[in-house]
């Protein structure tokens, strides 16, 4: 997929042929109740706390917030054309974050004196529906696909500035498509940021995608996105997974990632040409699932990704072995992995989840004389890595503190001792939900 410099005729002109060719058009904005009617308000209170100990001796990064976000979105206005529009404000209070450690965990947001104790923005989109596709504009957009994924790890989410077209005419086909000119981490209250190569420190002011998913059967989908970081690359995802169930107890599920990302204009992250490859096959049954995987990236590149500021990852990598700390995602590595979950409700405990899950990554490549200075920080067979997590997750099934949310995650990362691109470290994250409706 070549995406032009006609964006903006493509993302008026795609919802007409894309009505055109749907057997059920008007099937979503026909059933509108009107612009107040179908109004809803969401509040949600998240508390994080947030430890990276790096055992080689260097600063640790150590924080706590509160975060409160409160999301308004209006119902469509009746006719061919609905109109609406949503709303959102967040905060994010320092709990704790002194000693030495703010400002260095991306939790809370960072001043020139460390961290803020109180730091709030406000952003909002308008949109427009015509059957079953719908187009929105704003400085509020939170997209989530395999090349622009803003990530919601932190207090309050990250968010872009621009168009998000999204269509779902065709059963059991999904399409998107997006143009955005700005950027607001998760760390941040400012709206007009630039998109970042995090690796390379590169940035961008222009990020597309195009793409979408399509449900063959019930047991195989398939997966196809491009996208454009203006000046820094141009990259292809596709997905494939396919289950094979034996009863309704026990399946075998695979799951094929690719990434082929190449430089573009003016290659501010310098040349970049890397194939990244994961394949993961997990058994299931009665609750248990295991799972064994094996990634490999192809290149003297690592496989870079989505930042929105200095200094912070977002989630736009699905490859099978990206964990908590590290993705062994490094040039030239190859990795396996093997995690077991289990979801207790089928042993009379609904909500409670446990999980494990081990990496080792080897063969990275020595960039250090590479004549690309931005990925230059590999330092060859001393990035040999393994990572190891652990947690849980429980959310409350009924009572006043129905949907009440908390997620324990427990991460170790070892590393040789002469490696430039990371260190050893232990990372524990307590995150706690409590959202509630309003109306």
Same mark, same amino acid.
């Given at each position: 997929m070549n995406l032009t410099d006609n964006k903006a005729k493509l993302l008026l002109a795609l919802p007409l042929a894309l009505v055109g060719a749907s057997g059920f058009a008007l099937a979503n904005q026909a059933q509108s109740k009107g612009f107040i009617e179908d109004s809803t308000l969401d509040f949600l209170a998240r508390n994080i706390y947030w430890y990276h100990n790096r055992?080689?001796?260097?600063?640790?990064?150590? #924080?706590?917030?509160?975060? @409160?976000?409160?999301?308004?979105?209006?119902?469509?206005?009746?006719?061919?054309?609905?109109?609406? @529009?949503?709303?959102?404000?967040?905060?994010?209070?320092?709990?704790?974050?002194?000693r030495g450690y703010s400002g260095r965990a991306n939790v809370?947001?960072?001043?020139?004196?460390?961290?803020?104790?109180?730091?709030?923005?406000?952003? %909002?989109?308008?949109?427009?529906?015509?059957?079953?596709?719908?187009?929105?504009?704003?400085?509020?957009?939170?997209?989530?696909?395999?090349?622009?994924?803003?990530?919601?790890?932190?207090?309050?989410?990250?968010?872009?500035?621009?168009?998000?077209?999204?269509?779902?005419?065709?059963?059991?086909?999904?399409l998107e498509a997006g143009r955005f000119t700005a950027a607001k981490d998760f760390n941040s209250t400012n709206s007009s940021d630039d998109f970042y190569a995090p690796y390379a420190q590169a940035t961008s002011k222009t990020v597309e995608f195009l793409g979408g998913n399509y449900q063959v059967n019930k047991d195989f989908s398939l997966s196809l996105y491009s996208s454009r970081y203006k000046d820094i690359w141009r990259s292809h995802y596709t997905n494939l997974n396919y289950s094979v169930p034996f009863n309704e107890s026990q399946s075998v599920n695979f799951d094929f990632n690719f990434y082929k990302t190449k430089d573009q204009g003016q290659k501010r992250a310098g040349n970049?040409?890397?194939?990244?490859?994961?394949? %993961?096959?997990?058994?299931?049954?009665?609750?248990?699932?295991?799972?064994?995987?094996?990634? +490999?990236?192809?290149?003297?590149?690592?496989?870079?990704?989505?930042?929105?500021?200095?200094?912070t990852y977002h989630d736009s990598i699905y490859l099978a072995n990206a964990g908590q700390v590290a993705d062994f995602n490094?040039?030239? #590595?190859?990795?396996?992995?093997?995690?077991?979950?289990?979801?207790?409700?089928?042993?009379?405990?609904?909500?409670?989840?446990?999980?494990?899950?081990?990496?080792?990554?080897? *063969?990275?490549?020595?960039?250090?004389?590479?004549?690309?200075?931005?990925?230059?920080?590999?330092?060859?067979?001393?990035?040999? *890595?393994?990572? +190891?997590?652990?947690?849980?997750?429980?959310?409350?099934?009924?009572?006043? %503190?129905?949907? @009440?949310? @908390?997620?324990?995650?427990?991460?170790?990362?070892?590393?040789?001792?002469?490696?430039?691109?990371?260190?050893?470290?232990?990372?524990?994250?307590v995150i706690i939900n409590f959202p509630f409706n309003i109306f």
């Amino acid at each position: 997929m070549n995406l032009t410099d006609n964006k903006a005729k493509l993302l008026l002109a795609l919802p007409l042929a894309l009505v055109g060719a749907s057997g059920f058009a008007l099937a979503n904005q026909a059933q509108s109740k009107g612009f107040i009617e179908d109004s809803t308000l969401d509040f949600l209170a998240r508390n994080i706390y947030w430890y990276h100990n790096r055992t080689d001796g260097s600063v640790d990064n150590r #924080e706590w917030g509160q975060g @409160l976000r409160l999301d308004y979105r209006s119902g469509y206005t009746q006719g061919l054309v609905g109109f609406a @529009l949503e709303a959102s404000g967040y905060a994010a209070i320092k709990l704790d974050g002194g000693r030495g450690y703010s400002g260095r965990a991306n939790v809370l947001v960072p001043d020139t004196q460390g961290t803020r104790d109180e730091a709030s923005s406000a952003a %909002a989109n308008i949109k427009m529906r015509l059957s079953a596709t719908e187009l929105k504009y704003g400085n509020n957009l939170r997209p989530y696909n395999p090349v622009f994924a803003p990530a919601d790890a932190r207090l309050v989410p990250a968010t872009a500035t621009g168009f998000w077209l999204t269509s779902h005419e065709i059963k059991d086909l999904e399409l998107e498509a997006g143009r955005f000119t700005a950027a607001k981490d998760f760390n941040s209250t400012n709206s007009s940021d630039d998109f970042y190569a995090p690796y390379a420190q590169a940035t961008s002011k222009t990020v597309e995608f195009l793409g979408g998913n399509y449900q063959v059967n019930k047991d195989f989908s398939l997966s196809l996105y491009s996208s454009r970081y203006k000046d820094i690359w141009r990259s292809h995802y596709t997905n494939l997974n396919y289950s094979v169930p034996f009863n309704e107890s026990q399946s075998v599920n695979f799951d094929f990632n690719f990434y082929k990302t190449k430089d573009q204009g003016q290659k501010r992250a310098g040349n970049i040409d890397v194939k990244a490859w994961s394949l %993961a096959a997990a058994y299931r049954i009665w609750g248990h699932s295991i799972t064994l995987s094996h990634q +490999r990236v192809n290149g003297d590149q690592p496989l870079d990704y989505l930042g929105m500021g200095p200094g912070t990852y977002h989630d736009s990598i699905y490859l099978a072995n990206a964990g908590q700390v590290a993705d062994f995602n490094g040039p030239g #590595e190859r990795s396996w992995g093997a995690a077991y979950r289990l979801n207790l409700q089928e042993y009379g405990v609904p909500g409670l989840s446990l999980y494990m899950r081990y990496m080792r990554g080897r *063969h990275v490549k020595d960039t250090t004389g590479k004549s690309n200075p931005n990925y230059n920080f590999y330092s060859g067979h001393g990035e040999n *890595h393994w990572e +190891r997590d652990m947690g849980f997750a429980y959310t409350v099934q009924e009572g006043k %503190a129905k949907d @009440l949310s @908390l997620q324990v995650r427990y991460g170790v990362h070892r590393i040789g001792s002469n490696a430039l691109s990371d260190s050893s470290s232990d990372q524990v994250r307590v995150i706690i939900n409590f959202p509630f409706n309003i109306f």
